[in-house]
Nanobody
Framework: QVQLQESGPGLVKPSQTLSLTCTVS??????????WSWIRQPPGKGLEWMGR???????VYSPSLKSRISISRDTSKNQFSLQLTAMTPEDTAVYYC???????WGQGTQVTVSS
């Protein structure tokens, strides 16, 4: 029932900041007990959980990305967003937004870091 869709640039220059937005429909990001995550998958590698923002607005991040990541939300638009600073080619991946409680994922968006 819950649908998610990622949007943002497909190409980012090294050292620049990635900004992605996840638009949620069919449910509110403020619904009690729901957590809204960003996950990525580099080519040929497994899924990496990056972080989440909860229904109460509290963000939690993977320790490996904590210094570079920020997840925020806009409740008026039913959206949550990812910012990842200091991008390198190793950040090239398909980026997904998801909610595990509802088992819903976006289709993913390819982000390539290249000069």
């Amino acid at each position: 029932q819950v649908q998610l869709q990622e949007s943002g640039p497909g190409l980012v220059k090294p050292s620049q900041t990635l900004s992605l937005t996840c638009t949620v429909s069919g449910g509110s990001i403020t619904t009690n007990g729901y957590y809204w995550s960003w996950i990525r998958q580099p080519p040929g590698k497994g899924l990496e959980w990056m972080g989440r923002i909860g229904y109460e607005g509290i963000s939690v991040y993977s320790p490996s990305l904590k210094s570079r990541i920020s997840i925020s939300r806009d409740t008026s638009k039913n959206q949550f967003s990812l910012q990842l600073t200091a991008m390198t080619p190793e950040d090239t991946a398909v980026y997904y937004c998801a909610t595990f409680k509802g088992g819903s994922w976006g289709q993913g968006t390819q982000v390539t870091v290249s000069s």
